[in-house]
Structures are given as structure tokens and as C-alpha cells.
């Protein structure tokens, strides 16, 4: 069973940079789809960005494309997620997400994804 163990988070400032770790545990198969959503109080889960195994040019949510950016290792099988110029609409819980197979489904749906990280919380003060 694969499991994924987030790292990174936690308080910071409007303006500051945070990089966030996704660490894949007990994987023995490929993955096709790597990808991060947040979750905000009161709000769905939104898709924040997405790599596929086989296209090198990640899928941004738009709105936020100039400020994060994923990217992944493959040697330690880790994901992650580096936003810039933190806002405090930024506030949310992140999860990594990945998928073993394509299931059809679109990279910013997160029923196209088998497994999730446990969450790291993120709070940007203004």
C-alpha cells in the first residue's frame, strides 16, 4: 500500500516563499499522475497543480501558475511544491495526490487520483 507523507507548512508572513515535501512510501509500480489540491475553510477541495509521467510541462490552476511550482524527484519518489509571494487566500490545508493508471479523468479532479498525503497546513498572516 502506497503512502504518502507530507512535510513542510506550517505560519509565515504575506510575501514569504514555502516549499512543501511528498514523500511516497511503499510504492512498487509506476505512477502516472502526480498533483497537489488545497482545501480552504468553508470551501472544496481545489486543485492546485499537476505533473504527468509523460509530459514534461505541468498543469497549473491558472490563477496560480505564476507563484507555484511543482516538481518532483524522481530518485527519492518525492513531490514538491514551491509557492511564492504567499497570500494570505493562500490559507489551506495541501494535499499530494497521486494515480497508479489514467482513469479518464480530467488532472484537476481529484476522483482521478488513488492516494493522498494526510495534509499540511498552511497559514500565511498579513
Known amino acids: 500500500q502506497v503512502q504518502l507523507v507530507q512535510t513542510g507548512g506550517g505560519l509565515v508572513q504575506a510575501g514569504d516563499s514555502l516549499r512543501l515535501s511528498c514523500k511516497a512510501q511503499g510504492r512498487t509500480r509506476g505512477t502516472y499522475r502526480w498533483a497537489w489540491f488545497r482545501q480552504a475553510p468553508g470551501k472544496e477541495r481545489e486543485f492546485v497543480a499537476a505533473?504527468?509521467?509523460?509530459?514534461?510541462?505541468?498543469y497549473y490552476k491558472e490563477s496560480l501558475k505564476d507563484r507555484f511550482v511543482i516538481s518532483r524527484d524522481d530518485a527519492s519518489d518525492t513531490l514538491f511544491l514551491d509557492i511564492s509571494t504567499l497570500e494570505p487566500e493562500d490559507t489551506a490545508v495541501y494535499y499530494c495526490?497521486?494515480?497508479?493508471?489514467?482513469?479518464?479523468?480530467?488532472?484537476?479532479?481529484?476522483?482521478?487520483?488513488?492516494?493522498w498525503g494526510q495534509g499540511t497546513q498552511v497559514t500565511v498572516s498579513s
Open positions: 495526490t497521486d494515480a497508479d493508471i489514467d482513469y479518464g479523468v480530467r488532472a484537476d479532479r481529484p476522483e482521478g487520483y488513488d492516494y
Open positions: 505533473l504527468t509521467w509523460n509530459n514534461p510541462t505541468p
